[in-house]
């Protein structure tokens, strides 16, 4: 198919900068091959190549390739990133305080999170009030299945764990993890043992979905 004139205007070979083409945005459509030469006449004109499937606009020297449409994914954001408009990842936090009112934390249930979004789990975050031990395992269930159990674990065989005389501990990796929570899940924090610490900081970087 050879190149085609599309003109939003009245003069079938307007000139650039001319009352008729003051509002046109498309110059024609057809192969990449067949496009008009790019010159002054045509600066700032827009081409669609139909055999890419991607628009050009000249340059007055050149036909350049058009910046195509920014397209995010489920979950992410808008944001500025370096001065350009970009989709990221919307990261969040899930936050519970463990505090067991100024003496050793207690095994057990001691916290408990509703989360309202789809999320995936990317790294689980303990932070302690003074040098301890502690694990605190994760269970997770729906609100209909209300209320969790210890066989709703989802952490599997490595619970995020402060060993002993630590203050901090960070995973990434998650091994054998559950790691997506779907919105309207309940997560309870349960401490499976603790020595010294009395308070924790648990913190679930999650990424929605």
Same mark, same amino acid.
């Given at each position: 198919?050879?190149?085609?004139?599309?003109?939003?205007?009245?003069?079938?070979?307007?000139?650039?900068?001319?009352?008729?083409?003051?509002?046109?945005?498309? %110059?024609?459509?057809?192969?990449?091959?067949?496009?008009?030469?790019?010159?002054?006449?045509?600066?700032?004109?827009?081409?669609?190549?139909?055999?890419?499937?991607?628009?050009?606009?000249?340059?007055?020297?050149?036909?350049? %390739?058009?910046?195509?449409?920014?397209?995010?994914?489920?979950?992410?954001?808008?944001? %500025?990133?370096?001065?350009?408009p970009a989709f990221r990842d919307d990261i969040v936090d899930i936050?519970? %305080?463990?505090?067991?009112?100024?003496?050793?934390?207690?095994?057990?249930?001691?916290?408990?999170?509703?989360?309202?979004?789809?999320?995936?789990?990317?790294?689980?975050?303990?932070?302690?009030?003074?040098?301890?031990?502690?694990?605190?395992?994760?269970?997770?269930?729906?609100?209909?299945?209300?209320?969790?159990?210890?066989?709703?674990?989802?952490?599997?065989?490595?619970?995020?764990?402060?060993?002993?005389?630590?203050?901090?501990?960070?995973?990434a990796t998650l091994t054998g993890w559950t790691k997506t929570i779907?919105?309207?899940?309940?997560?309870?924090?349960?401490?499976?043992?603790?020595?010294?610490?009395?308070?924790?900081?648990?913190?679930?970087?999650?990424?929605?979905?």
């Open positions: 198919m050879a190149f085609t004139t599309g003109f939003w205007s009245s003069d079938p070979s307007p000139t650039q900068g001319t009352a008729e083409n003051m509002n046109m945005c498309l %110059m024609g459509y057809g192969p990449k091959s067949d496009f008009p030469a790019a010159a002054e006449s045509n600066k700032g004109f827009h081409a669609f190549a139909t055999d890419e499937g991607i628009m050009y606009y000249s340059n007055g020297s050149s036909w350049e %390739m058009c910046a195509p449409p920014i397209i995010g994914t489920d979950g992410q954001e808008m944001a %500025m990133v370096s001065g350009v936050v519970c %305080m463990i505090n067991g009112g100024g003496i050793e934390i207690t095994t057990g249930i001691q916290g408990a999170t509703m989360v309202d979004f789809a999320c995936e789990i990317m790294q689980a975050t303990l932070l302690a009030d003074q040098n301890g031990a502690i694990v605190i395992d994760i269970w997770k269930d729906t609100y209909a299945n209300f209320p969790p159990t210890d066989a709703d674990s989802i952490t599997a065989s490595a619970p995020p764990t402060i060993s002993a005389s630590g203050r901090k501990a960070q995973d779907s919105a309207g899940d309940i997560l309870f924090y349960n401490v499976d043992s603790c020595t010294s610490i009395t308070w924790c900081l648990i913190v679930l970087k999650v990424k929605k979905l």
